[in-house]
């Protein structure tokens, strides 16, 4: 006689885990990894390398020493985010600085909440702008990509795209800088190696096109409404076609120029849609999506700082708890 087993649910798995999902998400920035290998040479090896080391020893000595309890350092989330934090950095950060930003992300982002599953923000961009603030002259000079030096510290430097919008007068070079001739972090050197990802992210379902979408899509069109009214005020005051003036607004409002620029697909497709500190309905997510492209243009169009992706994504990690009690998954058989 057979015996009927009953157990609590789910009776059906996915074949999905932790560790799965978080080596997939390694495998999609493989591309961005060998563009920044190929871009800044060295000083992207050696950024990742001391990011990832660190990030993992100090998960390991935080979950053996205060946690007393077995590391679990193989699942691949402490791996992700020195992956992640490397490539929100500059190529020629001296290292004492890249492993202060690791203990930042994961001793305070990420353990100091509880670990895995507990974090508010992303522990990545938590580290990111604690070295932004802490060291704003270091994390703002960028390598140029391609200049290639004895030393990874001695590297050419040289404006981003998004400091030629903010600051340059010259719209030439800010046409330039969006084909890859200037400097920036890592991750945000090809904007093909990330849709790659993107790409792949999506075919093995690890992540849905709401977040990636409604991000990207906020962000052109914010941007396309900013950039038409203020043209028709230019026609309003002037009653001509200013050339100077209208090379001045496509260079601060132009969509593409701020959709190929910057840390705004490094953000969309890797940081924005983490599990953790993302919002768990479809429509959550788009408001969240929604959310972090409106603050990232205002920031980066009216604010201090040229970028504004990671202060975007941070304040939205901190309302997905709100976004996820009014705006709730329908439940199984309800209208």
């Known amino acids: 006689m057979e015996k009927m087993i009953i157990s609590p649910s789910p009776h059906i798995h996915s074949g999905d885990s932790i ?5 997939g998400v390694l495998t999609a920035l493989v591309p961005t990894f060998l563009v920044s290998l190929y871009c800044f ?12 080391a660190s990030c993992v020893l100090c998960e390991y000595l935080i979950q053996k020493f205060l ?11 402490a791996v992700l985010t020195g992956v992640l934090l490397a490539f929100n950095l500059p190529s020629n950060l001296p290292v004492w600085i890249i492993i202060i930003g690791a203990f930042v992300a994961i001793g305070i982002g990420k353990m100091s909440f509880g670990g895995l599953g507990n974090n508010i923000f992303n522990p990545a961009l938590v580290g990111r702008v604690f070295l932004l603030i802490s060291f704003p002259a270091q994390m703002t000079t960028w390598p140029v990509a391609g200049a290639f030096p004895t030393t990874y ?3 050419q430097t040289g404006a981003t795209t ?4 903010h600051y340059a007068d010259d719209y030439a070079s800010t046409v330039i800088s969006a084909v890859g001739l200037t400097g920036g972090s890592l991750g945000e050197i090809s904007e093909i190696a990330l849709l790659l990802g ?9 992540i849905t096109w709401h977040i990636p979408v409604s991000i990207l899509g906020t962000v052109a069109v914010f941007t396309g409404l900013l950039f038409a009214g203020n043209m028709l005020y230019l026609y309003s005051e002037t009653g001509t076609a200013d050339m100077q003036a209208l090379m001045n607004l496509a260079k601060i409002y132009n969509p593409l120029m701020h959709l190929t620029s910057g840390g705004l ?7 924005a849609t983490d599990y953790v500190t993302s919002p768990m309905s479809k429509k959550g997510m788009v408001v969240y999506g929604i959310g972090i ?12 700082y040229p970028e504004g992706m990671s202060f975007a994504i941070l304040i939205m990690n901190a309302l997905t708890p709100l976004i996820n009690t009014y705006i709730k998954p329908k439940h199984f058989g309800g209208k």
């Open 293 to 304: 492209g409106v603050i990232t243009v205002v920031i980066r169009v009216y604010g201090a």
């Open 19 to 23: 560790s799965k999902n978080m080596y």
């Open 153 to 155: 510290l001695d590297a």
């Open 162 to 165: 998004l400091s030629l919008i």
């Open 198 to 206: 993107f790409a792949y992210l999506l075919f093995r379902k690890i």
């Open 41 to 52: 040479g060295l000083g992207a090896l050696i950024v990742t390398v001391v990011s990832v």
């Open 265 to 271: 697909m490094l953000g969309a497709v890797f940081m």
């Open 67 to 77: 946690f007393k309890k077995e590391p679990a350092i193989y699942d691949g989330s």
